[in-house]
């Protein structure tokens, strides 16, 4: 976009989610556009509290566009207690997962676009030797490659999507290999 105004900045921020595709025309109502889950049900609270305890805080100017309300996690295990009635467990994912020991891991490939603020928590290293690859896609923002194709889309999204299909075709096809060698 051409100019630096901050309000149209904003809407184009918004349209990059809920109106990705234009099928909201020029102005949109956030009740009636986007996954359901994501309104007014609080899903993405109650997920916060039960599976992704994420550390996200705002700390004004010069840091971001928002006021000061830096995250605490006190704060954030009442909130769902308060909420809910669940306790989360801020180490569940690492726990249950590994958090970046991905020794027991493999058939991974971790995608993050640059655009992306959440690809600051991604996995950025590959293990190779377990079929774990990182990719880092220029102009991608969040989830872009695993969206449907669209005519706007940067080229680095659409070699993203041609590896990770290359690579999910490959592990579908040893395994079909695998277990006919077993039977």
Known sequence: FEDNDPVTAMRM?????????????QCFDLSKVGPATLHGLGGWNYQAC????????????????FWVAP?????QLQSCVDQYNIMPRPRWVP???????LNGASKIVFSNGDLDPWSSGGVHFNVTENG?????????A?????????PADPHSVKVARQFEIANIQAWIEQHGKASRTVL
């Open 50 to 65: 039960t599976e992704m305890v994420m550390p996200v805080g705002q700390y004004g100017p010069p840091n971001d566009m």
């Open 13 to 25: 921020l918004g349209n990059l989610f809920f109106n990705y595709t234009g099928q909201a025309g």
């Open 71 to 75: 995250w605490n996690l006190d704060a």
């Open 132 to 140: 774990i690859f990182a990719i880092t896609i220029k102009d991608g």
């Open 95 to 101: 726990t249950s997962y590994g958090g970046t020991n």
């Open 142 to 150: 969040h989830h872009l490659d695993l969206r449907a194709a669209n």
